[in-house]
């Protein structure tokens, strides 16, 4: 497949840069490759005053794509999927082998970084930024399944997975190196394990390491997320956001 056809389909959806395979998301990596060989094709094209490669410019939208933009900065880069009834508030950024899927709310100061997969009726609150995951070919981008509620100011990076229903607080960062204690089930996630089904994410803190007497003797402490319940009644009353503004 060369690069065009794979910008092509992914933009109409058709192939996707990370598939759900036997329980688990996977990349593919033939799909990422391509992306990578668009930007070596590309040359530097100027349009509208902004600069990017010629294989890669912002795509066009109109009103047959059911697709609600907001004027004020968005840009939406080619090769990334926009399904109909998502709304994409300004300024935000959707990067190249994104999948966005339907009914779906972006709002302002939105990132959503290369080949991030992001389900059905999620709210991405203002600045949540998903990173993208583009290199190594093989590496699984961010994912955040239906019914997600991520909350402003979240960080989500390094290929972690946000099962269905789970709601992520505001300001909580989710990467490979900050530890998850699940309360409810007192357990610690393990390292990349996804953030389970209906959970719901706070920031929280923990001592460092004790081994480290200057450390606790400072009291110093690290960043960490906490699982404080699993979404029930009064969750969702106060979730209950935007149905007016749809
Ligand atoms: C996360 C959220 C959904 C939880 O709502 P809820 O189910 O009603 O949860 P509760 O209020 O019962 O809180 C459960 C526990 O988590 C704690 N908690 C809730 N949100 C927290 C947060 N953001 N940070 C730290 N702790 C939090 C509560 O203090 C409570 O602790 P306790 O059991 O020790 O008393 C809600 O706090 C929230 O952040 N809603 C989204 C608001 C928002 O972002 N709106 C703007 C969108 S643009």
């Not at 058709?14 to 990370?18: E, G, H, K, T």
């Not at 990349?192 to 089904?197: A, D, K, N, Y």
């Given at each position: 497949m060369n690069f065009n056809e794979a910008l092509q389909n992914l933009e109409n959806g058709?192939?996707?840069?990370?598939s759900f395979i036997d329980g688990q998301w996977k990349a593919n990596a033939n799909v990422k490759q391509s992306i990578l060989e668009a930007f070596k094709a590309g040359v530097l094209k100027e349009e509208n005053g902004f600069v990017d490669k010629d294989t890669l410019m912002p795509q066009k939208f109109n009103v047959d794509r059911g697709v609600r933009i907001v004027p004020g900065g968005t840009s939406v880069r080619r090769g990334s999927y926009i399904a109909k009834g998502v709304i994409i508030m300004p300024p935000s950024y959707i990067n190249v082998g994104v999948y966005i899927d339907e009914g779906t709310m972006v709002d302002s100061h939105v990132l959503v970084g290369s080949c991030a997969q992001i389900g059905k009726r999620v709210h991405l609150s203002t600045a949540v930024q998903i990173g993208g995951v583009l290199?190594?070919?093989g590496a699984s981008p961010v994912v955040i399944e239906d019914d997600c509620f991520i909350g402003a100011g979240a960080v989500i990076v390094e290929g972690i997975v946000v099962k269905s229903k789970a709601v992520i607080a505001p300001g909580v960062i989710l990467s490979k190196g900050i530890p998850v204690y699940d309360l409810v089930n007192q357990r610690m996630l393990e390292k990349?394990?996804?953030?389970?089904?209906g959970a719901i994410v706070v920031p929280g803190n923990r001592p460092v390491n004790v081994q480290n007497k200057w450390g606790t003797d400072l009291g110093l402490t690290m960043q960490c997320a906490i699982i404080v319940k699993y979404r029930d009644e009064k969750s969702e009353t106060s979730l209950i956001l935007e149905d007016f503004l749809r």
């Open positions: 058709s192939l996707r840069s990370a290199e190594p070919v990349g394990e996804p953030i389970p089904s």
